[in-house]
Each structure stands twice: as structure tokens, then as C-alpha cells.
């Protein structure tokens, strides 16, 4: 190589050299710019990076919290409002079962008295106000029932075994306000072991009778004359009722579950029959004795024992105490006799006591009774050989 090329060459590599060590301004800019680009977009990144990490750590938005409480506020709406339906159903399934079975337990023993009302026919020649014997039902209205009845029931079992009692009893019920001052009313009892000596048509004091029964709506009996009507009053002592007892009477009681006028339950219904008939005591006397002046030791009229000859008085007795009709066989049938000659009567008999168990005392007390005793009940038709 020539002096001339080698000194060309030296001069280019040198030039290089200087322009490596010292570039152009612009190009030094462009990658300073560069480079700080590059370090923003790492700030930025890393901001985003912490920023979503604080946010995960820190929790929701105010718009998230806002739609999980009112979707939270549906879902305890409706809980809340199926727990309360459920309570009240509860509550109102629990008081009816209550109410029915207060109502079993009033019901069962107003008409266990009633079953075994009794009543004797008053005799022509005895002073109506002194004749006890009565069956007086009252009422505010006749269509409501009545709230006050007083009637005389077989059935008082005796306080002491040794004493002599009866089992006749004066019972009474009422039903008057309770002092709630709410309009309820509460059902009392009254009874006497014995009867009054005279006619009594008063009703007890509250103070004088027991509570059976409070926190009611409304409380009536009606009552089923011969002829089949139902009524709110009853009065076997006026001329128009004298000595009739109702065939059957019809208990209603209502409950009050709340403050307001139609807050009622029921009313609970029973029927019951009345199965004894007014008791013509002079008449049944009279059947028994026989014929006025006859003896059944003096057959031939002549005034003596027909066996011993001995002097006899016109209505004396048979010693063995047997009536002459019945030795004949044609005194009157008892209730047991004429049931037992007729099937379909004692399966009439059977479906009373089935729909009403607590009649059973009743009518194995009126067994042995004459059917004319029992006789005018519309429910149970009497044969004609048995009247």
C-alpha cells in the first residue's frame, strides 16, 4: 500500500473513532427519551400492579356494597315474611285446638245435666207456687238461645254413703259479662243437693256459683217443643208449658280470639235428646193400686180373704206386694221389656248411645221405668203394643 492510501485509511479510522465517542446530539436525545419512556411504563405498571393489589386487600366498592345489601334485604324480606306466615298458622292451629277442646269439655257437661232432666207433672189440687219442680230456660232473645236455664236432673251422686239422700238435684247455669269489660261473657254453675219447699224461678248471683268457663264470645241453648219447634224460652210452670219438658235441646258456644267484633271461633254445636217425659206421679199411683175398691185377696166382693175368710179392706195390698194387673200379666211394659220384644227399637237405641256415650246412665236408668214414662220422644218411635 502506498504512503498516500495508508494515510487516507489512518484518517477514517480515526473519524470513526471520534464519531463513536462523541455521536450527534440528537441521537444522545432520542435515547434518553427512550429510556425514560421505558422507566415510565414500568412506574406505570408497577402503580397498576399496587394498585390492584391494594384494592383485593382493602375490599369492595360503595356500588358493590349497595347491590349485596339489597339483594341481602330481598332474600330477609321473604324469610322473614314465610317465618312470620308460619308463626300465625301455628298460633291460629294451636288456639283452635284449644278452643275445640274447651268447647268438648262445656259442651259434654251442659248436656250430661240435661240428659237427665227430670220433671213431675203438678197434681190438679196443689198450689202452683208450691210445686218445686220446674224446667225455666230464659233469654235477652228467643232466636239466640237461651243464657239462664234452671231445671231439676237426676244424677247427684250422695255425699256421704250412710246419710240418705236423694239423687235429684237443682242445677242451674248462667251466662253473664266477665269483668274484662271486652264483651266476653263466662258460663257459671249452680247446684242443690236438695230441693226448695216451694216454687223457685230465680237464677244464682255470680257470687253464688262456680265459674265453668270464661273469655267467651257467646253462649245459648235452644230448646225442641213436641211439635218439633225450636225456641229460646222454656217455662213448665205457666199455664201455656205447664209440666212439658223439651224432647231436645241444641247448645251453641262461641270463643273470642281477638279485640275485634268478628274475632269469633264457631260456634260449637250439640244436640242432645231429653229422654225422660214429664212424670204423671198420681197417674202411675193410681195404674198400680188398681180399680178403686178392689182387693186382690177379695175376688168375689164379699169383704173377706178369699183363702182364710178373714176380714180384708177394699184397697188393701197383695202382702207379697204384687199388683194384681201385673200377675195377670197386663200392667204396663217397662222400657227393658218393650225393647226386649222389639229388635229394631233396641238398634234405634244402640245409635243414640253411639252418637252420644254419655246417655248411657240415662237410659240404663230408665230400664225399668214404664214406657209411658219415657214415651213423646219424636226420635224414638214407641211400638204400639208397649204404650
Known amino acids: 500500500m502506498s504512503p498516500t492510501s495508508q494515510r487516507r485509511a489512518a484518517t477514517a479510522h480515526e473519524a470513526r473513532r471520534t464519531f463513536e465517542a462523541h455521536p450527534p446530539v440528537s441521537r444522545v436525545a432520542s435515547q434518553q427519551r427512550a429510556a425514560r419512556l421505558h422507566k415510565g411504563a414500568s412506574r406505570v405498571a408497577s402503580r397498576r400492579r399496587a394498585a390492584s393489589s391494594n384494592r383485593a386487600a382493602a375490599g369492595f366498592t360503595l356500588l358493590e356494597m349497595l347491590a349485596v345489601i339489597f339483594l341481602m334485604s330481598i332474600v330477609l324480606f321473604v324469610a322473614i315474611d314465610f317465618y312470620l306466615d308460619l308463626s300465625l298458622a301455628s298460633n291460629a292451629a294451636t288456639d283452635k285446638t284449644r278452643n275445640t277442646r274447651r268447647a268438648v269439655v262445656l259442651l259434654d257437661r251442659v248436656a250430661r245435666d240435661l240428659e237427665g232432666a227430670v220433671l213431675?207433672?203438678?197434681?190438679?189440687?196443689?198450689?202452683p207456687m208450691a210445686f218445686p219442680w220446674l224446667f225455666v230456660?230464659?233469654?235477652?232473645?228467643?232466636?239466640?238461645?237461651?243464657?239462664?236455664?234452671?231445671?231439676?236432673?237426676?244424677?247427684?251422686?250422695?255425699n256421704a254413703a250412710s246419710a240418705v239422700e236423694s239423687d235429684l238435684e237443682l242445677v242451674a247455669w248462667i251466662a253473664v259479662p266477665d269483668e274484662s269489660g271486652e264483651g266476653n261473657v263466662e258460663v257459671r254453675r249452680s247446684s242443690w243437693s236438695?230441693?226448695?219447699?216451694?216454687?223457685?224461678?230465680?237464677?244464682?248471683?255470680?257470687?253464688?256459683?262456680?265459674l265453668v268457663a270464661g273469655g267467651l264470645a257467646s253462649f245459648g241453648i235452644r230448646f225442641q217443643g213436641e211439635a218439633g219447634e225450636w225456641t229460646g224460652r222454656w217455662d213448665s210452670t205457666?199455664?201455656?208449658?205447664?209440666?212439658?219438658?223439651?224432647?231436645?235441646?241444641?247448645?251453641?258456644?262461641?270463643?273470642?280470639t281477638g279485640p275485634g267484633e268478628g274475632d269469633v271461633d264457631g260456634p260449637y254445636l250439640r244436640?242432645?235428646?231429653?229422654?225422660?217425659?214429664?212424670?204423671?206421679l198420681e197417674e202411675q199411683l193410681a195404674?198400680?193400686?188398681?180399680?178403686a175398691g178392689t182387693n186382690p185377696r177379695d175376688q168375689d166382693g164379699d169383704g173377706k180373704d178369699d183363702e182364710t175368710g178373714e176380714p180384708v179392706?177394699?184397697?188393701?195390698?197383695?202382702?207379697?206386694?204384687?199388683q194384681a194387673n201385673n200377675d195377670e200379666g197386663e200392667g204396663p211394659k217397662t222400657v227393658q221389656q218393650c225393647l226386649a220384644a222389639h229388635p229394631e227399637l233396641q238398634a234405634t237405641v244402640n245409635a243414640l248411645l253411639q252418637s252420644s256415650p254419655q246417655g248411657a246412665?240415662?237410659?240404663?236408668?230408665?230400664?225399668?221405668?214404664?214406657?209411658?214414662?219415657?214415651?213423646?220422644n219424636p226420635f224414638i218411635p214407641i211400638p204400639a203394643d208397649c204404650q
Open 271 to 280: 244436640r242432645v235428646l231429653l229422654p225422660l217425659r214429664p212424670i204423671d
Open 120 to 127: 213431675l207433672k203438678k197434681p190438679e189440687d196443689v198450689d
Open 287 to 291: 195404674a198400680g193400686a188398681g180399680p
Open 238 to 256: 205457666t199455664l201455656a208449658g205447664s209440666s212439658e219438658l223439651p224432647t231436645a235441646a241444641e247448645i251453641a258456644v262461641s270463643f273470642r
Open 194 to 210: 236438695q230441693l226448695p219447699e216451694s216454687l223457685d224461678r230465680s237464677f244464682p248471683s255470680v257470687e253464688n256459683s262456680d
Open 313 to 322: 179392706a177394699p184397697d188393701e195390698k197383695n202382702p207379697d206386694g204384687d
Open 137 to 158: 230456660a230464659d233469654s235477652e232473645s228467643s232466636d239466640a238461645g237461651a243464657d239462664r236455664v234452671k231445671f231439676v236432673r237426676r244424677g247427684h251422686h250422695p
Open 361 to 376: 246412665s240415662v237410659i240404663n236408668s230408665l230400664l225399668g221405668q214404664p214406657v209411658s214414662a219415657v214415651a213423646g
